[in-house]
């Protein structure tokens, strides 16, 4: 293959923005640590009418540290968090990295089954977790088959709620809760604790001065799907995620420099999930960097209209947010009474699915801010690409970030350099054009991953090196660069569902429902979606012989939804007698789509 990668992305590069970053080799713990130091009475978090400085949080985050140190973690254990956006996130997550210890996200929808199978895969040394996930999911659930786990950390939702909203949200029943006096001390061989006994543990303060290799040491195990749909822990060092962070700023202020004066006080609105990467990179690390207020939102209000009226209040200047989440708030008709009053707000990213043209044009005349697309993977902290602000392109998802390579190869081998679109829009292609522009992606830059954990073949796939010594991370995607260097993805993971803004491997639902029992073989596929765009999740199965006529579509469906997250559980079930096989054995999804 040749090595002489076109970039035809500089000839339309953003003006103010570096090609070119010389980033900080600085671990998470001290990009925390100096946003104190230079803006310690600057507001680091806003949850729910809770609030509290950079000051603040770097001394809650000492004590947390210094408690999971007494409790037993050194550096290199994980620590599993199953929380929703809140400060015992925040403050967990920096303890952890701060003590060369690794974070290893739990998104909050996942069940015992999902929980437990990451836990041992990642081999979680403790788990910390809301008092209400723990109750619904792990309560009364063999724990011992959680191998790893030493150790859980209990914690509610009210501990950082202003005093009157705690009480009257819990007398109303508003705020899922678990009575406190029903919280174990031990369960098994699993000492329980609580997060806030733990916080006051950590007094005096003693955080040792734990030796990070920013380069490669591991922070954050998030898990995905990757290449095969078997869940995978995707390991981001301290410099992939902080490099991550330092090219979005990049991006963002030499763009609009006008938000470069809200360093220090300028406020991110928190609404992706920090379980997810795109929610802990572009929400929280970014603005932890810049010393912004994370404005956090455990989920989004009911009413779509109320994150607006917090993001005015609160002096939102960047939102990143998914493009069902932008199209929820245009379409409630309270929104047009803050229209002209988010002076604020400038910059908003969207992620995980297209952005629609309308919704983008309907947001931006809502709010005034104007909003990118960008192209992001786990394994790639995420961002990879953003489009211009100013040169923006529907139906693609933007310009490599500064430092960043990407390239087109034959889907088939990945041996082959594929040639650079010659049309600006690149949805004109015929079949036969198709061949020559169209491939698989390919991603080089500091925010690649080090590798699967634990899995060198999965690894070897995913990264390959160049004749130059580039690495180089094969997506999967499907993609093609016009002439002008924008990227344009034509597939998601070949496989993969996307369902309301979520990505579901077939494989993993495929390997939940193999757990009840009266399934002999299942295949899951995407299909259209009935009631509007995008796709549902159908699983078509067979029954073993002792199980036909006596269990019916609907009992294969309760138990999905109560074994999996609402996310991911099929809405259609088929019963069929045989499912299409290869004469290996494997069963053809395509086949099933026909």
């Known amino acids: 293959m040749s090595e002489e990668i ?39 978090l806003f949850f729910e009418g809770w609030r509290c400085t950079y000051e603040k949080l770097d001394l809650l985050v000492d004590q947390f540290a210094t408690a999971l140190l007494k409790i037993g973690v050194k550096k290199g254990d994980t620590i599993a968090i199953d929380l929703p956006n809140s400060p015992q996130f925040v403050i967990a997550y ?3 990295v701060r003590l060369g210890a690794i974070v290893n996200p739990i998104i909050p929808l996942h069940k015992f089954v999902e929980i437990a199978y990451q836990i041992n895969d990642s081999k979680s040394k403790i788990l910390i977790i809301l008092d209400a996930l723990y109750e619904g999911y792990l309560k009364g659930k063999d724990l011992s088959k959680m191998k790893t786990l030493k150790s859980i950390i209990l914690t509610g939702i009210t501990e950082y709620l202003p005093k009157i909203k705690a009480i009257l949200g819990t007398a109303l029943g508003k705020i899922p809760h678990m009575k406190k006096s029903a919280w174990p001390a031990r369960v098994g061989n699993i000492d329980f604790y609580k997060f806030q006994e733990l916080l006051q543990k950590g007094i ?45 700023i990049a991006w ?12 220090g006080k300028g406020g991110v609105g928190c609404l992706i ?104 993977a786990s394994e790639t902290s995420p961002i990879v690409t953003g489009g211009p602000f100013h040169r923006y392109k529907i139906n693609s998802t933007g310009l490599p970030m500064p ?90 993971k070949r496989d993969m569902i996307k369902y309301k803004g ?16 009266p399934i002999k073989e299942v295949g899951v596929i ?5 009631e509007g765009p995008g796709e549902t999740i159908k699983a078509v199965v067979s029954l073993k012989d002792e199980y036909k006529g006596k269990i019916t579509e609907k009992d294969i469906q309760e138990w999905c939804k109560e074994n999996m997250s609402p996310y991911k559980y099929p809405r259609i079930i088929e019963i069929i007698d045989e499912l299409p096989k290869t004469l290996v054995g494997k069963i053809l999804r395509r086949e099933l789509r026909k």
């Open 204 to 248: 005096p303060i003693d955080v040792p001065d734990v030796k990070i290799n920013p380069k490669t040491d591991t922070a954050t195990l998030i898990y995905t799907g990757g290449t095969t749909g078997i869940p995978k822990g995707v390991e981001l060092t301290h410099y992939n995620l902080s490099v991550n962070a330092q090219q979005g």
């Open 403 to 492: 430092d960043t390579l990407i390239k087109i190869v034959d889907a088939e081998k990945g041996t082959k350099l594929l040639e650079i679109c010659p049309k600006e829009n690149c949805n004109e292609c015929g079949e036969k054009e198709a061949e020559k522009y169209i491939g698989e992606l390919c991603v080089n830059g500091p925010q690649v991953m080090k590798g699967y954990f634990n899995k060198p073949e999965d690894t070897a796939n995913a990264l390959r090196k160049d004749s130059q010594g580039r690495t180089w991370y094969y997506t999967t995607d499907i993609a093609c660069i016009d002439r002008e260097g924008y990227l344009h993805i034509k597939d998601r």
């Open 6 to 44: 076109p970039t035809p992305w500089f000839n339309f590069w953003p003006e103010g923005v570096p090609k070119h970053i010389d980033y900080e080799e600085i671990s998470l713990g001290d990009l925390l640590r100096k946003s104190a130091e230079k803006y310690p009475k600057s507001q680091a």
């Open 526 to 530: 995407g299909v259209p979606h009935p």
């Open 252 to 263: 963002i202020e030499g763009q609009l420099p006008e938000t470069k004066k809200y360093r």
């Open 94 to 96: 920096y303890a952890t």
């Open 273 to 376: 999930p920090f379980g997810h990467v795109f929610g802990i990179s572009t929400g929280m690390n970014l603005g932890i960097a810049n010393a912004y207020k994370l404005i956090l939102f455990p989920s989004p209000p009911e009413k779509r209209s109320d994150v607006l009226k917090y993001l005015m209040k609160e002096q939102a200047m960047y939102i990143p947010a998914v493009p069902t989440l932008y199209n929820q708030i245009n379409q409630d008709p309270d929104s047009k009474k803050y229209k002209g009053k988010l002076t604020s707000l400038i910059a908003c990213l969207s992620g995980g699915a297209a952005l629609p043209a309308e919704v983008k044009r309907t947001f931006e005349d809502l709010t005034g801010a104007l909003i990118i697309e960008g192209y992001g």
């Open 502 to 517: 979520h990505g579901v491997f077939p494989a993993e639902v495929e390997n939940l429902m193999y757990q009840y029992e």
